[in-house]
């Protein structure tokens, strides 16, 4: 599950043209959801069933809480520092008047993916060493409740003097504002948003994206207490089925929406997370077809490593100069465009870059190379 998730990651961010995507392959404009809007919560829920994992078999090593938790914050503080440098990871070599330090280096963007990733790791992992299972599911409860309550009727005042609560607008909200006040427009993916710039990994709304992961841990914590395959899938439809009703019942008070991350879009994405995975169980362990995973057992063996030599050589596209364009730009008009219609081109740059990837990734694992941060 973790490596289909995260070559649809790959594949939905590097289109041939991001103006000719196919709407699948596309987030929703603002609220509601699309195929590509459950990529990121899936794999945050994937990371909480992997703490659950992870901490059993340190456990079983003879680690205590102490030791396992600095390890995890070692770890956070290297994945926050692999997103800035992805940041950084960029010079415009076709505008001579181009100032890397000024353009990248003083305009950082704080919050990002693997930021993101890191930081609900950290929590995630603590409430697995320090909270029983009850205790998990309050504080998944709770977090959504808190931000909830927070976004709703805490006031704040916008940079006009007006003084708003309770939006849920792209732009004129209370966790923008937080990200605005606090990081400020030149450290924002949505530096331009008006009345507020934002991002959408921001700081409040990842009080939410712990709760997915939180529901990751809990899910974790019921397939090491079951061992029969058969009734862990049928127990993780049932519970996908309730979280699929409550979110779609929440959903006209609070919408659903991926770059808030509100508790609705948790209840959904949390559902078909875990119908996805007793699907892939059901599929894998009980019927025994399996020949279809291999391509994805090799992306998800190694998961940052997909990340970061898809992030790096994304930008390497860019960066090459072509004359006026880039090496990307080239190679959809120049090798694929001429051939094929401007949509399916486009995703047929995806598909190349993902089987690029897939040749790399697929030397890393005949070679044991496994990259563990």
């Given at each position: 599950?973790?490596?289909?998730?995260?070559t649809?990651?790959?594949?939905?961010?590097?289109?041939?043209?991001?103006?000719?995507?196919?709407?699948?392959?596309?987030?929703?404009?603002?609220?509601?959801?699309?195929p590509?809007?459950?990529?990121?919560?899936?794999?945050?829920?994937?990371?909480?069933?992997?703490?659950?994992?992870?901490?059993?078999?340190?456990?079983?090593?003879?680690?205590?809480?102490v030791?396992?938790?600095?390890?995890?914050?070692?770890?956070?503080l290297?994945l926050?520092?692999?997103?800035?440098?992805?940041?950084?990871?960029?010079?415009?070599?076709?505008?001579?008047?181009?100032?890397?330090?000024?353009?990248?280096?003083?305009?950082?963007?704080?919050m990002?993916?693997?930021q993101?990733?890191?930081?609900?790791?950290?929590?995630?992992?603590?409430?697995?060493?320090?909270?029983?299972?009850?205790?998990?599911?309050?504080?998944?409860?709770?977090?959504?409740?808190?931000?909830?309550?927070?976004?709703?009727?805490?006031p704040?005042?916008?940079?006009?003097?007006?003084?708003?609560?309770?939006?849920?607008?792209?732009?004129?909200?209370?966790?923008?504002?937080?990200?605005?006040?606090?990081?400020?427009?030149?450290?924002?993916?949505?530096?331009?948003?008006?009345?507020?710039?934002?991002?959408?990994?921001g700081?409040?709304s990842?009080?939410?994206?712990?709760?997915?992961?939180?529901?990751?841990?809990?899910?974790g914590?019921?397939?090491?207490?079951?061992?029969?395959?058969?009734?862990?899938?049928?127990?993780?439809?049932?519970?996908?089925?309730a979280?699929?009703?409550?979110?779609?019942?929440?959903s006209?008070?609070?919408?659903?929406?991926?770059?808030?991350?509100?508790?609705?879009?948790?209840?959904?994405?949390?559902?078909?997370?875990?119908?996805?995975?007793?699907?892939?169980?059901?599929?894998?362990?009980?019927?025994?077809?399996?020949?279809?995973?291999?391509?994805?057992?090799?992306?998800?063996?190694?998961?940052?490593?997909?990340?970061?030599?898809?992030?790096?050589?994304?930008?390497?596209?860019?960066?090459?100069?072509?004359?006026?364009?880039?090496?990307k730009?080239?190679?959809?008009?120049?090798v694929?465009?001429?051939?094929?219609?401007?949509?399916?081109?486009?995703?047929?740059?995806?598909?190349?870059?993902?089987?690029?990837?897939?040749?790399?990734?697929?030397?890393?694992?005949?070679?044991?190379?496994?990259?563990?941060?």
């Amino acid at each position: 599950m973790r490596g289909l998730t995260i070559t649809a990651m790959i594949l939905v961010n590097n289109p041939g043209s991001w103006s000719y995507m196919y709407w699948p392959l596309k987030h929703a404009d603002w609220h509601g959801w699309t195929p590509t809007d459950l990529i990121f919560p899936f794999f945050i829920f994937i990371v909480g069933m992997s703490i659950t994992l992870s901490v059993n078999a340190m456990r079983l090593r003879g680690e205590n809480n102490v030791s396992i938790l600095r390890a995890a914050v070692i770890r956070t503080l290297k994945l926050i520092a692999l997103g800035w440098f992805l940041v950084l990871f960029y010079y415009n070599f076709n505008d001579p008047t181009f100032n890397w330090f000024d353009e990248r280096l003083m305009e950082l963007r704080v919050m990002g993916v693997l930021q993101r990733i890191g930081l609900v790791y950290m929590v995630a992992l603590a409430c697995s060493l320090y909270f029983k299972p009850k205790q998990i599911a309050a504080t998944f409860i709770l977090l959504l409740v808190t931000y909830s309550a927070l976004m709703m009727y805490m006031p704040y005042t916008l940079p006009s003097g007006e003084i708003v609560k309770g939006l849920w607008l792209h732009g004129n909200n209370l966790s923008a504002w937080i990200d605005h006040t606090l990081l400020g427009a030149s450290h924002v993916y949505y530096a331009t948003a008006q009345p507020l710039s934002f991002d959408p990994e921001g700081l409040l709304s990842t009080l939410p994206a712990i709760a997915t992961a939180l529901s990751g841990v809990l899910c974790g914590l019921y397939l090491i207490s079951e061992n029969n395959l058969q009734r862990q899938i049928n127990r993780l439809c049932g519970c996908a089925v309730a979280c699929l009703v409550v979110g779609y019942l929440l959903s006209p008070l609070i919408p659903i929406n991926k770059a808030l991350w509100t508790p609705s879009y948790v209840l959904l994405s949390t559902g078909l997370a875990m119908f996805c995975y007793a699907l892939c169980s059901y599929i894998i362990d009980i019927r025994k077809v399996k020949l279809w995973s291999a391509p994805f057992l090799v992306f998800g063996a190694n998961a940052i490593l997909f990340f970061m030599f898809a992030g790096v050589l994304a930008r390497i596209l860019i960066m090459i100069p072509i004359g006026e364009q880039s090496l990307k730009g080239f190679i959809y008009t120049q090798v694929l465009q001429p051939y094929f219609d401007n949509y399916l081109a486009s995703l047929l740059f995806s598909i190349l870059f993902l089987i690029v990837s897939y040749m790399v990734m697929y030397a890393c694992y005949k070679r044991n190379i496994f990259w563990k941060v």
